[in-house]
């Protein structure tokens, strides 16, 4: 994702705030990404 500074900075920044906001919501300190799934299913 280096290199390219628009997609780079989007990118990051989606990520920075999907991941806070799980992190927010697990309190036991669950991955991201087992939190994104139960959240999808």
């Known amino acids: 994702?280096?290199?390219r500074?628009?997609?780079?900075r989007r990118a990051?920044?989606?990520?920075?705030g999907r991941a806070?906001?799980?992190h927010r919501g697990c309190p036991g300190?669950?991955?991201?990404r087992e939190a994104r799934r139960a959240l999808q299913g």
């Open 29 to 32: 300190g669950e991955h991201p």
């Open 20 to 22: 806070a906001r799980m």
């Open 5 to 8: 500074g628009r997609a780079a």
């Open 12 to 16: 990051r920044r989606v990520s920075r």
């Open 1 to 3: 994702m280096t290199g």
